[in-house]
């Protein structure tokens, strides 16, 4: 198929799932879009008489797309950088420690008790799924996905310091987690041992290269912006950061996603308030937020129709459905640990782990990843398990996440540092303390 056929079919489902699901379903629209994505590819799977021909040409239209190049290679860095553009630094400075610490040995503790767990599964159930390939499952299944997260956020209503802790996170693992993939697929279809030194050295150089070139182009871009004041240049030098950043970093070999979101970042806090015109702020913001929401629409039901290419059996299912709740002890575990560090420098409050491990969405990013692995039996079963792991985390997680939020938000959201404890005002210390 053409690329303007592909574009077009996509667009205009998009559109109709969209007008759907907010006259009839009103669910959130990541969620709406992938659900009615998910039943209509069902749908054409069924032998019914008369659609023989539309599922021949979904088939081939998605064999045409290659999703982890589309998301991976393309959309990722417009994604990432909306994301990025209103994200308050002073936010996340703030919470710098828990964001940096789940951001980072966050996501090395889960891929490492995911890869365990998921040898044993696959081992009982019969799957023959080397370690390597488990590590690169844990790596590609770790991450929160910011795409999912950064909407459903939207419209949960969390309170402000739990929303900068996972948007952080989700911005920022999301990096880490990509260059952890890269590394250990490096490892798994080339020569190379696996060392310590090997995987540090490629490790830094992905993650310092992808920071450097960050706020190297996000630096760039705040100087020529400042020079003048004409809104459709300012935007088109944001336009240029998102995709041309993004693009030197994949060929000088550096993280690409951290490059985009450290870029934005600075972008969107240094123009933001010293040098951009109200007019400019306006034009800036209203175009990333469609940008956003567009791409988010294609991306979840792109997401619903890989249904129909999944290789699925009795024992791949089987492990997909225990990979769920093997996925979320990693998760409570790798958020669990990180905050019980830093218990003796900050007070957290009941709730906080809860929602961040109940929050902690998977999305396209690990799909993406599932399918960049060569291709093979093994291959066939980690994108099955990760697609019944990522369907289950938006569908599930995702409708249940605004009340688990409205049930604990407002007491995970109390908290303070120790330092400021004996300044509290009595009916303050006693609503941040946990309730017996």
């Known amino acids: 198929m053409r690329i303007f056929d592909i574009v077009a079919a996509l667009i205009t489902l998009s559109a109709l799932f969209s007008w759907f699901n907010h006259r009839f379903l009103k669910l959130p629209t990541v969620i709406g879009l992938m659900l009615i994505a998910l039943l209509m590819s069902l749908a054409l799977l069924l032998p019914i008489p008369g659609t023989e021909w539309l599922e ?20 990722l860095s417009f994604l990432l950088f909306a994301g990025a553009l209103h994200v308050r630094l002073s936010d996340l400075a703030r919470h710098k ?10 996501v ?7 890869a365990a767990g998921a040898w044993l599964i696959f081992f009982f159930i019969g799957l023959d799924v080397p370690l390597i390939y488990c590590l690169l499952f844990g790596a590609l299944i770790s991450p929160t996905d910011p795409i999912a997260v950064l909407s459903i956020l939207k419209q949960a209503q969390a309170p402000k310091s739990l929303e900068t802790k996972i948007t952080g996170e989700s911005l920022f693992n999301d990096g880490v987690a990509v260059v952890l993939f890269l590394v250990l697929l490096d490892i798994a279809i080339g020569d190379k041992a696996m060392h310590p030194g090997l995987f540090l050295t490629i490790f830094l150089q992905e993650a310092v290269g992808g920071l450097a070139l960050g706020l190297f182009s996000g630096g760039l871009a705040y100087l020529m912006m400042r020079s003048i004041d004409h809104y459709q240049v300012e935007v088109l030098i944001t336009l240029a950061v998102a995709s041309g950043a993004y693009a ?9 996603p951290i490059t985009v979101v450290v870029a934005g970042l600075l972008i969107g806090n240094l123009a933001r308030d010293h040098i951009i015109s109200d007019e400019t702020l306006r034009y800036l913001d209203s175009f990333w937020e469609l940008i956003d929401e567009i791409l988010n629409a294609v991306l979840f039901v792109l997401i619903g129709l890989e249904v129909m290419i999944l290789t699925m059996t009795v024992g791949i299912f089987t492990a997909g459905l225990l990979a769920i709740p093997l996925v979320l002890a990693a998760r409570a575990i790798s958020t669990g640990l990180p905050i019980a560090a830093l218990t003796r420098f900050r007070h957290y409050a009941p709730g906080v782990v809860a929602i961040l491990t109940w929050g902690g969405l998977r999305g396209g990013i690990s799909v993406a990843m599932a399918l960049a692995l060569p291709h093979g039996e093994v291959r066939d079963v980690l994108v099955s398990v990760t697609y019944i792991v990522v369907v289950f985390s938006i569908l599930v997680q995702g409708l249940s996440l605004g009340p688990v939020i409205r049930a604990t938000g407002r007491r995970a959201d109390l908290e303070f540092d120790h330092a400021d404890f004996a300044g509290r005002i009595p009916d303050q210390i006693a609503d941040a303390k946990p309730e017996s």
């Open 56 to 75: 021949q040409d979904a088939k081939r239209m998605l064999a045409s797309i290659e999703f982890d190049e589309t998301l991976l290679h393309g959309m």
């Open 97 to 106: 420690w828990v964001i940096a610490l789940l951001a980072s040995a966050g």
């Open 108 to 114: 090395l503790i889960s891929t490492l008790i995911v």
């Open 248 to 256: 030197v970093a994949e060929h000088w070999h550096v993280s690409a």
